[in-house]
């Protein structure tokens, strides 16, 4: 039992790191620097936590994200804004499974969120739900999900774009048969990239109203030339 949990838990890791890990489309646009997001992840449910306590207690997995956002905005304009993700299998993944004689992984329910925290815009997340996929062992390319798009909006500060809770369901068919819901954070709460407002911001407060100037007397114009004011009942 607990061989066969050590190797749900090192295919699960091996599935994730090299999966989130890189072949990212190029539909992502060119030049743009996919972000290295360190993910720690935890079971989703009771059961998949009982055998992630065997080792440590969570999974430290690599993700990556290519954001694809404007770099300025104005209060009060909204912008489309997309992130990529890439999903690809590690050449020591794939031995193990063949050698293991699995031919599949399956990951469903897979939740890939991003926070753009200081958009005007609700709601602030843009969230990908790619489709459940059986990923082929070894598979003829490496999948790839998004761009996931949304729209943000400029307010009183700047939009700064980080991952939120990410879920996801990994199943490893025969000899296995096990199944791990995981719920991974970025505890560094890494920024994949900044959207500056420019401009001001118009007061929504009145100007402040000013009693009329009465007088112009020498007795006015030293009264408001001293230092420490005399109040008088």
């Keep these: 039992m607990r061989l066969r949990r050590s190797l749900a838990v090192a295919l699960t890791a091996g599935v994730l790191a090299g999966g989130l890990g890189s072949s990212l489309p190029a539909s992502a646009g060119a030049g743009v620097t996919p972000i290295n997001v360190n993910g720690v992840c935890s079971g989703a449910d009771e059961a998949s936590q009982l055998i992630l306590n065997s080792f440590g207690g969570s999974l430290n997995v690599p993700f990556q994200v290519t954001p694809d956002v404007p770099e300025n905005l104005a209060p009060g304009d909204t912008a489309t804004v997309s992130f990529t993700w890439g999903l690809s299998l590690t050449d020591e993944t794939i031995n193990l499974l063949t050698g293991l004689g699995i031919s599949s992984v399956?990951?469903?329910?897979?939740?890939?969120?991003?926070?753009?925290?200081?958009?005007?815009?609700?709601?602030?997340t843009i969230v990908g739900n790619p489709p459940d996929a059986t990923i082929p062992i070894p598979p003829p390319s490496p999948p790839q999900v998004g761009p996931f798009t949304g729209q943000v909006?400029?307010?009183?500060?700047?939009?700064?774009?980080?991952?939120?809770?990410?879920?996801?369901?990994?199943?490893?068919?025969?000899?296995?048969?096990?199944?791990?819901?995981?719920?991974?954070?970025?505890?560094?709460?890494?920024?994949?990239?900044?959207?500056?407002?420019?401009?001001v911001t118009p007061s929504t407060q009145p100007p402040p109203t000013l009693?009329?100037?009465?007088?112009?007397?020498?007795?006015?114009?030293?009264?408001?030339?001293?230092?420490?004011?005399?109040?008088?009942g």
């Design 153 to 199: 909006e400029g307010g009183e500060t700047d939009i700064i774009y980080t991952v939120g809770t990410i879920t996801l369901s990994v199943t490893i068919g025969a000899p296995l048969n096990i199944t791990l819901n995981l719920s991974c954070v970025d505890p560094q709460a890494t920024v994949l990239g900044t959207t500056i407002v420019t401009g």
């Design 211 to 232: 009693p009329p100037t009465t007088t112009t007397s020498t007795t006015a114009q030293q009264a408001a030339a001293t230092t420490s004011p005399r109040f008088t």
């Design 106 to 124: 399956d990951v469903s329910g897979l939740t890939l969120p991003v926070i753009a925290q200081g958009s005007a815009a609700s709601p602030n």
